[in-house]
């Protein structure tokens, strides 16, 4: 089982939709959650930073944390054209000298006007 | 504000020659420094990271090599670059443990995409 598993899509949706992306991973000491977009030929962008469990929402998007279920979600509402793109999640564990993060494959996501 | 650099954005090499990418950072002091490679369909992998200059880790054994001349700077290189070479190569920073940002996010540079014919 890989560490993290991220459905790699693609998912096409029309404008205005709600969005759920999600990840699932194996590791229990996994603290840290983040999700990070990646436009077609670009460096990946931080989006959301989340820690430990629970919801932090940042405008049209909203990042869920299940830590008893190791699911993690990103869901994006009315989503526009401009939201196209590929969405990474990533994980580490806290504290001690773990500078790594261990990211998803990616899920390519496409708004369609 | 933080910036990240990478150069070049893009490049051409043929198999065999040798490769030096840099990647430079602006607006902190002593932050950890990673290289990645990104593939179609396999995702962001770690090659080297580096939590100060002449401190670096390698993750994949492979016929690259990174070094941390300066506080801000990283570089990856090769001697002969092979087909396998081809990829999106990202350049990313995190701010070092124990500042008031000491947090676990990496933030990426633009990337190179490098194509080994």
Redesign the interface.
């Known amino acids: 089982q890989k560490e993290v598993e991220q459905d ?1 899509g693609p998912l096409s949706v029309p404008e205005g939709a709600i969005v759920s992306l999600n990840c699932t991973y194996s590791n229990s000491a996994f603290q ?1 959650f ?1 999700w ?1 977009r990646q436009y077609s ?6 989006l959301m ?1 989340t820690y430990s469990s629970g919801n932090k929402e940042d405008g049209r998007f909203t990042a869920q944390v299940d830590k008893s279920s190791k699911y993690i979600s990103l869901f994006i509402r009315d989503s526009q054209p401009s939201d196209s793109a590929t969405y ?1 999640c ?1 994980m ?1 564990e ?1 504290g001690g000298s773990n ?3 261990t ?4 899920t390519l996501l496409t708004v369609n006007p | 504000s933080q910036t990240i650099h ?1 150069w070049p954005a893009t490049l051409v090499q043929p198999v065999g020659s040798p490769l030096s990418l840099e990647c430079t950072v602006e607006g902190t002091s002593n932050p ?1 420094l990673y290289w990645y490679r990104q593939a179609a ?4 992998q ?1 090659l080297f ?1 580096s ?1 100060g200059i002449d401190q670096i880790s390698s993750e994949v054994p492979q016929n690259l090599s990174a070094s941390r001349p300066q506080d801000r700077q990283f570089i990856l290189s090769s001697k002969k670059l092979l087909l396998s070479d081809s990829g ?1 190569y ?1 350049c990313a920073w ?1 701010p070092h443990r124990g500042t008031p940002q000491g ?9 190179t ?1 490098l194509t080994v014919l």
């Not at chain 1, 030929?41 to 931080?46: A, F, I, M, N, S």
């Open positions: 790699p840290y983040m990070y030929r670009k460096g990946p962008e931080l930073y990474l990533a580490t806290s500078y790594k993060l990211f998803g494959k990616g | 990478q950890n369909g396999r995702g962001l770690l990271y939590i999106f990202l995190r947090t676990n996010e990496q933030f990426f540079g633009p990337g995409r």
